[in-house]
């Protein structure tokens, strides 16, 4: 599959399946080794936290975040959002 692309995206898409857990080697994708470092398990946990926080302002039209803002303002951002919207539909 990946001598299927353009050399130009396979770098690309060698780095996005490394982001998704899984490693490219000797031409094949296989899932990564499960890591039991518990940093970077809090660390992965935060990542999909602030991406599904700013996913559900994007879908709802809310203000987003600035890009540099901490997990917990994207999280307060994204409930304050989600109760504003729910106030307005029991309107």
């Known amino acids: 599959m990946i001598d299927e692309v353009a050399t130009s995206k396979q770098d690309f ?3 996005a399946a490394e982001s998704d857990g899984f490693g490219f080697a000797n031409g ?3 899932p990564a ?3 039991d ?3 970077s398990a ?3 946990a935060e990542v999909q936290l602030e991406s599904a926080c700013r996913t559900i302002l994007q879908l709802i ?3 987003l975040p600035v ?3 901490g997990l917990v303002a994207v999280v307060n951002s994204t409930l304050e959002a989600l109760e504003q919207q729910q106030l307005r539909s029991q309107r």
């Open 61 to 63: 039209a809310a203000p």
């Open 33 to 35: 080794r499960k890591s």
């Open 28 to 30: 094949v994708f296989r």
């Open 13 to 15: 898409l060698v780095k």
């Open 42 to 44: 809090i660390r992965d």
């Open 37 to 39: 470092d518990r940093n």
């Open 67 to 69: 890009k540099n803002a």
